[in-house]
């Protein structure tokens, strides 16, 4: 029976013991790397393999939507 209470006063002091996680911030605009669509903004060449930080999209062809059949 003691080791019974041991363990639930042990668990319960662990418990309110432990750092407490800090709160994320909400993500912003400013975390993503979307492609943006801007008028005026440079085009750059490119030669070989490179990751492109902030693309800028031009055109992106014909979305469209279908329902599925399940």
């Not at 979307?34 to 055109?59: L, Y």
């Amino acid at each position: 029976m003691f080791q019974f209470i041991f363990w639930i006063i042990t668990t319960a002091l662990s418990y309110m013991l432990a750092p407490k996680p800090p709160v994320p911030k909400p993500a912003s605009l400013e975390d993503f790397d979307a492609p943006t669509a801007t008028e005026g903004r440079a085009v750059p060449v490119i030669f070989g393999t490179v990751t492109v930080k902030s693309p800028n999209v031009v055109w992106y062809g014909h979305l469209k939507t279908a329902p599925n059949k399940s």
